[in-house]
């Protein structure tokens, strides 16, 4: 059962976007609450622009916005995200300090 969900974009320095954490609480097994938590990041137009010009997209959003946070153990759907965001999703980090844009 989930106990929270919440939303923190923070703006990216440079213009490059910005980045959040979709987090979700669930019970384990043992009746341990869990946390679970999605980061994303929404790259602006030119910072899109920029990566792809410079060949390595992933790479570059890996530079500025890697994940330092151990407890993220968990990733969502990349359609579902999308849904909920209006597909306005352009990045998610799937495993830590790993970004994955599409």
């Not at 989930?2 to 043992?30: C, K, R, T």
């Amino acid at each position: 059962m989930e106990a929270s969900v919440w939303i923190q974009p923070m703006g990216l320095p440079f213009g490059l976007g910005s980045v959040g954490n979709w987090h979700q609480d669930y019970p384990g097994d043992d009746g341990e609450v869990l946390p679970v938590v999605t980061t994303w990041l929404s790259m602006s137009e030119d910072a899109r622009a920029l990566a792809f010009a410079l060949g390595s997209h992933k790479r570059l959003a890996t530079q500025f916005c890697t994940s330092p946070h151990p407890w993220q153990i968990w990733n969502m759907p990349d359609d579902c995200v999308r849904e909920a965001y209006n597909n306005s999703i352009e990045a998610l980090v799937f495993n830590i300090g790993d970004v994955a844009l599409f």
